[in-house]
C-alpha cells in the first residue's frame, strides 16, 4: 500500500475536523492558544503576576468570547522560568472578537494619564513587555469529544 493511498484519507479527515464548515454531526471543535514566555524566579516574576491578575484575567474573566482563561507556572524540572497563558474559545473568531465588558472595566479601572497611579501601571506594563517580548504563541484546536467534562 502506498504512503499517498495511506496520507489522502488522513489529510481528508484532518481537513474535516478542523474545517469551519465541518460537516454536520462533526465533533465539537474548540480553539486553544497557549502564549509561553520566561519570568525569572524572584521580584520581578512576582510583579509580572501581579500586572497580569489585574489587566489580563480581570478582564477574560469578563469576556463572554473566552471560554476558559488560565495563567500556568512552570512547577518542577529545569525551565522554572516558564510561564505560559492559556485560553479556550469556542471559535477561531473569538479570538479577536469585540469584548464591550472588557472595554468598559478597562475604561473605568485604567488611572489617569499622568497621574503616579498610572505611571505605576505603565511601568509594570513595560516589565511585562520585557518578558513577553520574546513569547512563543501556539494555536491549538481541541476535539471535544477527547475531552473530560
Not at 26 to 50: H, M, N, W, Y
Not at 66 to 71: A, F, N, P, W
Not at 111 to 132: H, N
Request: glycine fraction near 4%.
Amino acid at each position: 500500500m502506498s504512503r499517498t493511498f495511506l496520507l489522502v484519507p488522513l489529510l481528508s479527515a484532518v481537513s474535516m475536523l478542523t474545517s469551519p464548515a465541518a460537516a454536520q454531526g462533526a465533533p465539537e471543535i474548540r480553539i486553544v492558544t497557549i502564549s509561553s514566555f520566561r519570568v525569572p524566579q524572584g521580584e520581578d516574576r512576582q510583579k509580572v503576576l501581579d500586572y497580569m491578575k489585574k489587566w489580563m484575567v480581570e478582564p477574560a474573566k469578563l469576556n463572554p468570547n473566552v471560554l476558559s482563561y488560565r495563567i500556568i507556572q512552570h512547577f518542577y524540572g529545569s525551565n522554572a522560568g516558564d510561564v505560559a497563558i492559556v485560553a479556550e474559545y469556542a471559535t477561531w473568531a473569538a479570538i479577536t472578537a469585540d469584548c464591550q465588558p472588557c472595554d468598559k472595566w478597562l475604561q473605568d479601572n485604567m488611572p489617569t494619564e499622568g497621574t503616579p497611579e498610572r505611571k505605576a501601571v505603565d511601568d509594570l506594563a513595560a516589565l511585562f513587555f520585557k518578558y513577553y517580548g520574546s513569547h512563543a504563541d501556539q494555536i491549538y484546536n481541541a476535539d471535544m469529544s477527547l475531552a473530560k467534562r
